[in-house]
């Protein structure tokens, strides 16, 4: 019972941060489980499971506020589905020690793209003169990438979503945090396929920690529309960052 109320624990609050900042919960979760001892195959799956049901819940409550845009999202889930498949295809390949370095590196390469960008004027004009086609052009790029990393690290894929599109296709935070949540929805059920097929998925941990992320999934978004614009961007820059420091923790301690 100790370890059902520690995951659902757990899956709460990932789930409860991931939908916040569109970043799904994986950045919480994967670390968490680390250190309850689950190997990184493991805790990845779980993960994921964990981050499919949060994007469930969060996509629904977010739909409900904010307009999605279809044609962007479609641009970007085209090639997120199938590679996030790939990605997951790849956790049972890549030796462990080298897993868990690169879900570091990954995260300390998104915290710094949110962290150390400057100026939003700037970068509000050259998405002014981005035509359509190149709009879903990087928004195509922007899904291969997050896919691949989705599916190898256990996060959502929000980790490259977000910060593309915040300073690449110049949507306002909020529309990218519900935008990345929405790509996390398919993108991750492709991964959990490709994990039960691995049958690496640890269902007495994955079971209870997506009924936590669905609570979490369903109250994030409520928090994170009643924060202004520039709130929310500190919150998903220091989120990104203390991930940051949990990941590599863990990198250096295998090392």
Not at 136 to 156: D, E, P, R
Request: proline share 4%.
């Amino acid at each position: 019972m100790i370890d059902l109320a520690t995951y659902f624990l757990i899956g709460l609050i990932a789930a409860l941060l991931g939908s916040m900042t569109g970043l799904g919960g994986g950045f919480v979760a994967v670390p968490a489980l680390y250190y309850l001892g689950l190997p990184p195959p493991t805790a990845i799956a779980v993960s994921k499971v964990m981050v499919f049901a949060n994007s469930g819940a969060s996509t629904y409550r977010y739909s409900r506020a904010i307009k999605l845009p279809m044609k962007l999202y479609l641009s970007v889930i085209t090639l997120m589905i199938p590679t996030a498949y790939l990605g997951a295809y790849l956790v049972v390949v890549i030796p462990q020690r080298l897993l868990i370095i690169v879900v570091g590196l990954v995260l300390l390469a998104g915290s710094l793209r949110i962290i150390l960008s400057e100026g939003e004027k700037k970068v509000e004009k050259i998405g002014s003169r981005m035509s359509s086609r190149k709009t879903y052009f990087f928004g195509a790029v922007s899904g291969s990438i997050a896919g691949v990393i989705a599916g190898l690290t256990g996060l959502g894929g929000g980790i490259v979503n977000v910060p593309a599109f915040i300073y690449l296709l110049d949507l306002d935070v909020h529309t990218a945090v519900s935008l990345s949540m929405a790509c996390i929805l398919p993108s991750s059920f492709s991964s959990v396929v490709r994990h039960i097929i691995d049958g690496i998925i640890l269902w007495r941990a994955a079971i209870p920690l997506s009924a936590g992320a669905l609570f979490g999934g369903w109250i994030g978004p409520r928090i994170s529309l009643r924060l202004s614009r520039r709130k929310l961007r500190k919150v998903v820059g220091a989120m990104i960052a203390v991930a940051v420091l949990r990941i590599l923790l863990q990198a250096i301690l295998q090392v």
